[in-house]
C-alpha cells in the first residue's frame, strides 16, 4: 500500500521532491527534477545560498541561470533553511559534502546531521536517497539505522537507496540529465522506485544494482581508476624529465593504438572534491577488513607531490636563467583545478602558491573564471587579475597551472620571458617555454 502510494505519487509526478545540500551536486539536480514537472523544496544550512536560489539566481557553473530562473518563477522550485519541511516530501535526496579530517578519515556528519533532520520531520511513508559518495556501507550501516529510530519499517514505511553524483564540472556534453545514473536500493522495491524516479527526470538510463554497498563502491572505483592512471602518468612525466623525454609526445604516439590504451595527462596535482579524496574512503575502510590498499595509497602520494615538484622545477628554471626565486615575480595562470570552470576545491595549485610564497616568491595570478579565492588554510583572500600584455612581460616566469580556453597563447608567446607549462597548453616549441 505504502509503495504503491510514493510510486503513484512519481508517476504522476504529484510527488514533492527535498534536496538536501544545494551545492555542486544537489543545486544542479534539484534543477533539473523541477525542470522535469516535479516541485522541489531544496534545503540548505547556508542562507545565503537558499536566498539566492528564491531569488534565481544562479552560483553553480554547471546550472543554467536561465532555466533555474524560469523554475523558480513558475513556482516548481523553492528553497529554505527550514528542516522540519521535510514533512512535505515525499522523496528525499541528500546530497551533503563528505570530506576527509586531518587523518585522511571520512567525516560522515552532514550524512548523520541531514538523516538526524529526516526522522524529526519526515513524511510517511517516504523514499530516501543518498547521493554523497562515501565508502561502502555508509548508507546501511549509518543512514539506515538512523532512519528506522522512529519506528519506520524498511519496505513497509520507509524506502533508501545509494545512487551515486556523478557530475563533472565543466563537461559540455555529460550534464546531469544526460549522464547514466546507478541506484542500488536496501531492497527491491527501493529499487522499483529508484529506477522509477531517476527515469522521470533524466535521459541517461538508469542501472539498478543489488544493494548500496555495490553502488557505494562503484563510484570508488571510477574514481580510483583515475587516480591510479594519473598517478602513473605523473610518475611517468617526472622519470621523462630526468631521461629528457617528451612525455607529452609519448603519450600522443600512444594514444594511436586503437586498443587497450586510454590517454590520461600529467599535471601540477589532482583537485575537486572526487580525484584527491574519495579514493581515501576506500583505502580507510579497507583497513577494517586487515587489507592494505597499497596502490591506491601509492598513486595518492605520486599526485600529492606533485605540487612540491612543480614548484622544485619553478626554482630549477629560475635559476639557470640566473634567478633567484625570493624576489622573482611569479605569474600563476589558473588557479581552477581543471579548465573553464570556476571551481578551486582541492586545487593543486593552492599548494604550490603556499610553497613559492614560503620561499620569498612574488605571486600574482590570474584566472578568467576566479576572482578571487582563499588559500589552502582558508585563512587568506587572494584576487586574481586580468592576464594581458602589461602583465605579462612584467613577470619573471609565467607558470600555466590551469589551461583555460581564454588564455591567450599568442600573447603568451610574444610577451613572456620565461613559461612554465603544466598542461601541455603552449603547442609549439620554443626556447622560452619549458613543460612538465
Known amino acids: ?30 534543477v533539473q527534477t523541477a525542470k522535469a514537472g516535479f516541485t522541489v523544496l531544496g534545503f540548505d544550512v547556508q542562507k545565503s545560498k537558499v536566498d539566492m536560489v528564491n531569488k534565481g539566481q544562479n552560483y553553480i557553473g554547471d546550472v543554467v541561470g536561465e532555466e533555474l530562473a524560469k523554475t523558480v518563477k513558475d513556482k516548481k522550485l523553492s528553497a529554505t533553511t527550514d528542516y522540519s519541511k521535510i514533512n512535505r516530501c515525499d522523496v528525499v535526496i541528500i546530497c551533503v559534502p563528505t570530506p576527509l579530517d586531518k587523518y585522511m578519515q571520512p567525516d560522515v556528519t552532514y550524512i548523520k546531521n541531514s538523516a538526524d533532520e529526516i526522522v524529526k520531520y519526515r513524511k510517511k511513508p517516504s ?13 546501511e550501516e549509518i543512514l539506515k539505522p538512523i532512519l528506522e529510530n522512529d519506528g519506520s519499517r524498511l519496505g513497509e514505511d520507509l524506502f533508501i537507496a545509494f545512487s551515486p553524483e556523478r557530475v563533472d564540472p565543466g563537461n559540455e556534453k555529460y550534464k546531469t540529465h544526460n549522464t547514466p545514473k546507478v541506484v542500488g536500493g536496501c531492497t527491491h522495491s527501493c529499487n522499483e522506485m529508484g529506477e522509477l524516479f531517476y527515469g522521470s527526470i533524466l535521459t541517461g538510463g538508469v542501472h539498478t544494482v543489488s544493494s548500496p554497498r555495490i553502488a557505494e ?82 598513486c595518492g602520494h605520486i599526485n600529492q607531490v606533485m605540487p612540491e615538484y612543480v614548484a622544485e622545477k619553478i626554482s630549477r628554471i629560475l635559476n639557470r636563467n640566473k634567478k633567484c626565486i625570493s624576489g622573482s615575480k611569479i605569474l600563476i595562470a589558473g588557479i581552477a583545478y581543471k579548465r573553464n570552470i570556476d571551481d578551486y ?30 588559500n589552502h588554510d582558508g585563512d587568506k583572500i587572494y584576487k586574481t587579475t586580468k592576464m594581458d600584455r602589461d602583465l605579462l612581460s612584467s613577470v619573471d616566469i609565467v607558470v600555466i597551472t590551469t589551461d583555460h580556453d581564454a588564455f591567450n597563447r599568442a600573447e603568451i608567446m610574444e610577451y613572456s620571458r620565461l613559461i612554465y607549462d603544466t598542461r601541455n597548453f603552449i603547442k609549439e616549441n620554443n626556447s622560452k617555454v619549458v613543460r612538465l
Not at 9 to 30: E, F, M, N, W
Request: glycine share 8%.
Open 1 to 30: 500500500m505504502h509503495k504503491s502510494k510514493i510510486i503513484e505519487r512519481i508517476k504522476s509526478k504529484d510527488a514533492q521532491i527535498g534536496v538536501i545540500g544545494l551545492g555542486y551536486v544537489g543545486l544542479p539536480l534539484a
Open 127 to 139: 523514499f530516501i536517497i543518498l547521493e554523497s559518495t562515501t565508502y561502502p556501507g555508509t548508507t
Open 217 to 298: 563502491m562503484e563510484k570508488l572505483l571510477e574514481n580510483i581508476f583515475r587516480l591510479t592512471n594519473i598517478g602513473l602518468v605523473n610518475e611517468l612525466a617526472m622519470l621523462c624529465d630526468r631521461m629528457n623525454i617528451n612525455i607529452w609526445e609519448v603519450i600522443e604516439a600512444a594514444k594511436t593504438k586503437p586498443y587497450g590504451f586510454m590517454p590520461f595527462y600529467p599535471g601540477p596535482g589532482v583537485g575537486g572534491h572526487c580525484i584527491p579524496i574519495d579514493p581515501f574512503y576506500l583505502t580507510w575502510k579497507a583497513k577494517e577488513y586487515n587489507f592494505n590498499s597499497s596502490l591506491i595509497e601509492a
Open 345 to 374: 576545491r582541492e586545487s593543486p595549485v593552492l599548494r604550490i602558491i603556499d610553497i613559492l610564497e614560503k620561499q620569498g616568491a612574488s605571486l600574482v595570478f590570474a584566472d578568467p573564471h576566479v576572482e578571487e579565492f582563499k
